[in-house]
T-cell receptor, first 114, second 112 residues
Framework: KAGVTQTPRYLIKTRGQQVTLSCSPISGHRSVSWYQQTPGQGLQFLFEYFSETQRNKGNFPGRFSGRQFSNSRSEMNVSTLELGDSALYLC?????????????FGPGTRLTVL | KQEVTQIPAALSVPEGENLVLNCSFTDSAIYNLQWFRQDPGKGLTSLLLIQSSQREQTSGRLNASLDKSSGRSTLYIAASQPGDSATYLCAVSPGVGNKLVFGAGTILRVKS
């Protein structure tokens, strides 16, 4: 059974540009969550999508957005990139409808903003 | 607001030693607690999931306990090996969909 996949694995962008990251969950999983990991702030929750609807949102500016498609694949977009957006972006999927499910993470996308 | 703390921040032990990693959380109203492992520059690997109604879970040389009332969890690693070297992260599910709140992690180094 394939795990969570994320593309691309690495990205280099310049300030002011925008970027789109993609996540394919484990087959059958309808919940996809996104996290930002930085050395200073650790792992922070960005948002969660379930059945194409944003179910939860973390405390990030509106430049960070996402969506989920009918096949459960998800994308997140960051507009007007800032140096501080450099981070490892991790995607997680879960089979659970509620809050008691196990989360499975992908390998991440390393974004560098110059 | 749920906060998760992990102690120690870093740990270095000789191979073969048994060790304990600690995790504490401020709000006992959690749905579950999950321990992860992260190798440098990689994603997270799920190690153990403990539901709120459970006291412990075991997988191989790993044993995790949960005391919801006191807001604590421990991850016990038996007979440590150099391959166990990684960052260990504790995360709780506060019941807001599938959102997880993470601790800062414990960096473990097992010396051969």
């Amino acid at each position: 059974k394939a795990g969570v996949t994320q593309t691309p694995r690495y990205l280099i962008k310049t300030r002011g540009q925008q970027v789109t990251l993609s996540c394919s969950p484990i087959s059958g999983h309808r919940s996809v969550s996104w996290y930002q990991q930085t050395p200073g702030q650790g792992l922070q929750f960005l948002f969660e999508y379930f059945s194409e609807t944003q179910r939860n949102k973390g405390n990030f500016p509106g430049r960070f957005s996402g969506r989920q498609f009918s096949n459960s694949r998800s994308e997140m977009n960051v507009s007007t990139l800032e140096l501080g957006d450099s981070a490892l972006y991790l995607c997680a999927s879960s089979l659970a409808v509620g809050s008691d499910g196990e989360q499975f993470f992908g390998p991440g996308t390393r974004l560098t903003v110059l | 607001k749920q906060e998760v703390t992990q102690i120690p921040a870093a740990l270095s032990v000789p191979e073969g030693e048994n060790l304990v990693l600690n995790c504490s959380f401020t709000d006992s109203a959690i749905y579950n607690l999950q321990w992860f492992r992260q190798d440098p520059g990689k994603g997270l690997t799920s190690l153990l999931l403990i539901q709120s109604s459970q006291r412990e879970q075991t997988s191989g040389r790993l044993n995790a306990s949960l005391d919801k009332s006191s807001g604590r969890s421990t991850l016990y690693i038996a007979a440590s090996q150099p391959g166990d070297s990684a960052t260990y992260l504790c995360a709780v599910s506060p019941g807001v969909g599938n959102k997880l709140v993470f601790g800062a992690g414990t960096i473990l180094r097992v010396k051969s």
